[in-house]
């Protein structure tokens, strides 16, 4: 199997604040995780890739400092939403990439959804 | 254009069968996905082909490659309510996939 959880599930914040979203790859270990955003009826947006052990490489207007990645392990990355604002509300979905039979393949958490008051 | 094009609504009677079209832009692409996401919920892996096979089925999906043309399609037999989502066409390049804007697939009873 391939299964990816994220954590939380939900999670509404004040203004300013920073809120932490987990992902987690349960029984596979991924050396690559990747960080979408999707808003109401859109496609995902890639935000970042995170690699294990290094930097998260960020997509074009993407904002590394308000969006922390760290990819310490080969299971865990998390992404940070620093001083999050009304505008950052959208629903974050993190993916792990497998290389398994020849076959390259990303399997996706359930997703976070963000709201901020 | 945008790299993965598809329709944006379906709409199919229940029992029928499901055609999802999607063209790509990117030839380099090795893998071609088909990843359903149901309502507040995260993106499912349905199936995958690589890009030198024409077809593969799996159950009752299956999907089909023009290379040529760079025409993707996922076929759904005899289809449920229960399959009633969003289906997303994508491609890989580099290390990342990118994503058409889906087709939201509406039931019919």
């Known amino acids: 199997g391939a299964v990816v959880s994220q954590h939380p599930s939900w999670v509404i914040c004040k203004s300013g604040t920073s809120v932490k979203i987990e992902c987690r790859s349960l029984d596979f270990q991924a050396t690559t995780m990747f960080w979408y955003r999707q808003f109401p009826k859109q496609s995902l947006m890639l935000m970042a890739t995170s690699n294990e052990g290094s930097k998260a490489t960020y997509e074009q207007g993407v904002e590394k400092d308000k969006f922390l990645i760290n990819h310490a392990s080969l299971t865990l990355s998390t992404l940070t939403v620093t001083s999050a604002h009304p505008e950052d509300s959208s629903f974050y979905i993190c993916?792990?990439?497998?290389?398994?039979?020849?076959?390259?393949?990303?399997?996706f958490g359930p997703g976070t959804r963000l709201t901020v008051l | 254009g945008e790299d993965v094009e598809q329709s944006l609504f379906l709409s199919v009677r229940e029992g029928d069968s499901s055609v999802i079209n999607c063209t790509y832009t990117?030839?380099?692409?090795?893998?071609l996905y088909w990843y359903k996401q149901e309502p507040g919920a995260g993106l499912q892996l349905l199936t995958y082909i690589f890009s030198n096979m024409d077809m593969k089925q799996d159950q009752r999906l299956t999907v089909l490659l023009n290379k040529k043309d760079k025409h993707l399609s996922l076929r759904i037999a005899d289809t449920q309510t229960g399959d009633s989502a969003i289906y997303f066409c994508?491609?890989?390049?580099?290390?990342?996939?990118?994503f058409g804007k889906g087709t939201r697939l509406h039931i019919l009873p």
């Open positions: 994508a491609g890989n390049r580099d290390d990342k996939i990118i």
């Open positions: 993916s792990a990439r497998k290389l398994a039979g020849g076959a390259d393949t990303q399997y």
């Open positions: 990117d030839s380099s692409s090795t893998y």
